[in-house]
Protein backbone atom coordinates (compact mmCIF):
# COMPACT_ATOMS: atom_id res chain seq x y z
CA UNK A 1 0.00 0.00 0.00
CA UNK A 2 1.89 3.16 -1.29
CA UNK A 3 -0.47 5.87 -0.14
CA UNK A 4 -1.74 6.37 3.36
CA UNK A 5 -4.90 5.67 3.89
CA UNK A 6 -7.98 7.78 5.26
CA UNK A 7 -7.65 6.37 8.93
CA UNK A 8 -4.08 6.70 8.79
CA UNK A 9 -4.14 10.20 7.69
CA UNK A 10 -7.13 11.48 10.21
CA UNK A 11 -4.90 9.81 13.21
CA UNK A 12 -2.07 11.89 12.28
CA UNK A 13 -4.19 15.03 12.16
CA UNK A 14 -5.30 14.25 15.48
CA UNK A 15 -1.82 13.67 16.93
CA UNK A 16 -0.77 17.07 15.28
CA UNK A 17 -4.22 18.78 16.42
CA UNK A 18 -3.24 17.31 20.33
CA UNK A 19 0.31 18.18 20.32
CA UNK A 20 -0.63 21.59 19.00
CA UNK A 21 -2.80 21.93 22.18
CA UNK A 22 -0.06 20.63 24.43
CA UNK A 23 2.13 23.00 23.04
CA UNK A 24 -0.38 25.86 23.83
CA UNK A 25 -0.90 24.56 27.34
CA UNK A 26 2.95 24.71 27.73
CA UNK A 27 3.05 27.97 26.85
CA UNK A 28 0.14 28.89 29.29
CA UNK A 29 1.92 27.21 32.14
CA UNK A 30 4.85 29.36 31.56
CA UNK A 31 2.56 32.34 31.80
CA UNK A 32 1.14 31.22 34.98
CA UNK A 33 4.71 30.64 36.09
CA UNK A 34 5.62 34.12 35.45
CA UNK A 35 2.50 35.73 36.76
CA UNK A 36 2.78 33.56 40.17
CA UNK A 37 6.74 35.14 40.19
CA UNK A 38 5.81 38.53 39.49
CA UNK A 39 3.26 38.59 42.27
CA UNK A 40 5.73 37.05 44.80
CA UNK A 41 8.14 39.83 43.98
CA UNK A 42 6.13 42.83 44.04
CA UNK A 43 4.31 41.03 47.69
CA UNK A 44 8.14 41.04 48.93
CA UNK A 45 8.81 44.69 47.60
CA UNK A 46 5.43 45.45 49.35
CA UNK A 47 7.03 43.84 53.05
CA UNK A 48 10.36 45.51 52.14
CA UNK A 49 8.43 49.16 52.09
CA UNK A 50 6.66 48.16 55.37
CA UNK A 51 9.58 47.46 56.78
CA UNK A 52 10.76 50.85 55.64
CA UNK A 53 8.21 52.91 57.04
CA UNK A 54 8.43 51.05 60.36
CA UNK A 55 12.03 52.37 60.60
CA UNK A 56 11.74 55.37 59.11
CA UNK A 57 10.42 57.14 62.35
CA UNK A 58 9.22 60.27 62.97
CA UNK A 59 10.46 61.56 59.89
CA UNK A 60 7.00 62.48 58.23
CA UNK A 61 7.59 63.66 54.46
CA UNK A 62 9.58 60.35 53.93
CA UNK A 63 6.87 58.32 55.65
CA UNK A 64 4.68 59.88 53.56
CA UNK A 65 6.76 59.26 50.41
CA UNK A 66 7.06 55.63 51.99
CA UNK A 67 3.52 55.14 52.39
CA UNK A 68 2.68 56.39 48.46
CA UNK A 69 4.95 54.01 47.63
CA UNK A 70 3.21 51.05 49.52
CA UNK A 71 -0.20 51.98 47.62
CA UNK A 72 1.10 52.13 44.44
CA UNK A 73 2.62 48.49 45.43
CA UNK A 74 -0.35 47.28 46.87
CA UNK A 75 -2.63 48.10 43.49
CA UNK A 76 0.26 46.32 41.66
CA UNK A 77 0.03 43.20 43.57
CA UNK A 78 -4.04 43.53 42.93
CA UNK A 79 -3.22 43.69 39.52
CA UNK A 80 -1.01 40.88 39.29
CA UNK A 81 -2.64 38.88 41.11
CA UNK A 82 -5.70 39.20 38.54
CA UNK A 83 -3.79 38.69 35.96
CA UNK A 84 -2.45 35.35 37.80
CA UNK A 85 -6.20 34.25 38.27
CA UNK A 86 -6.65 34.84 34.82
CA UNK A 87 -3.81 32.90 33.43
CA UNK A 88 -4.73 30.29 35.60
CA UNK A 89 -8.35 29.81 34.26
CA UNK A 90 -6.93 30.00 30.43
CA UNK A 91 -4.02 26.79 31.33
CA UNK A 92 -6.99 25.43 33.23
CA UNK A 93 -9.09 26.20 29.95
CA UNK A 94 -6.54 24.60 27.83
CA UNK A 95 -5.96 21.66 29.90
CA UNK A 96 -9.49 20.88 29.69
CA UNK A 97 -9.50 21.11 25.52
CA UNK A 98 -6.27 18.39 25.68
CA UNK A 99 -8.25 16.42 27.48
CA UNK A 100 -11.54 16.77 25.44
CA UNK A 101 -9.25 16.24 22.11
CA UNK A 102 -7.58 12.92 23.25
CA UNK A 103 -11.15 11.68 24.77
CA UNK A 104 -12.46 12.51 21.42
CA UNK A 105 -10.04 10.91 19.15
CA UNK A 106 -9.24 8.35 22.13
CA UNK A 107 -10.96 5.15 19.62
CA UNK A 108 -8.77 6.21 16.41
CA UNK A 109 -5.53 7.36 18.18
CA UNK A 110 -5.49 3.42 19.91
CA UNK A 111 -6.96 1.86 16.55
CA UNK A 112 -4.27 3.16 14.79
CA UNK A 113 -1.68 2.34 17.43
CA UNK A 114 -2.93 -1.11 17.12
CA UNK A 115 -2.77 -0.97 13.37
CA UNK A 116 1.00 0.03 13.73
CA UNK A 117 2.06 -2.43 15.97
CA UNK A 118 0.77 -5.08 13.94
CA UNK A 119 2.31 -4.07 10.80
CA UNK A 120 5.72 -3.46 13.20
CA UNK A 121 5.03 -7.47 13.65
CA UNK A 122 4.66 -8.53 10.53
CA UNK A 123 7.69 -6.24 8.97
CA UNK A 124 9.53 -8.22 11.99
CA UNK A 125 8.15 -11.72 10.43
CA UNK A 126 8.99 -11.11 7.23
CA UNK A 127 12.76 -9.78 7.96
CA UNK A 128 12.80 -12.72 10.67
CA UNK A 129 11.65 -15.57 7.53
CA UNK A 130 14.60 -13.53 5.42
CA UNK A 131 17.17 -14.28 7.69
CA UNK A 132 16.06 -17.73 7.88
CA UNK A 133 16.25 -18.41 4.28
CA UNK A 134 19.49 -16.72 4.17
CA UNK A 135 21.22 -19.08 6.74
CA UNK A 136 19.08 -21.96 5.22
CA UNK A 137 21.06 -20.82 1.88
CA UNK A 138 24.52 -20.89 3.58
CA UNK A 139 23.44 -24.33 5.33
CA UNK A 140 22.74 -25.88 2.36
CA UNK A 141 25.97 -25.03 0.70
CA UNK A 142 28.27 -25.91 3.38
CA UNK A 143 26.79 -29.43 3.33
CA UNK A 144 26.65 -30.17 -0.15
CA UNK A 145 30.70 -29.39 -0.42
Known sequence: NGGMDIRTQAALAAMEEIQKAKG???IKN????DAEEEVILLKSEAVMQKKRLLTSGRDGERSSII???IIIIN???EDA????R???KEAQFVADKVSEL???HWALLNQYQADQELENAAQEEEEGIDNMENVD???NGDIRR
Do not use: I, P, W, Y
Open 24 to 26: FFQ
Open 30 to 33: EMVA
Open 67 to 69: REK
Open 75 to 77: VEV
Open 81 to 84: GRLL
Open 86 to 88: RAR
Open 102 to 104: EDR
Open 137 to 139: DTT
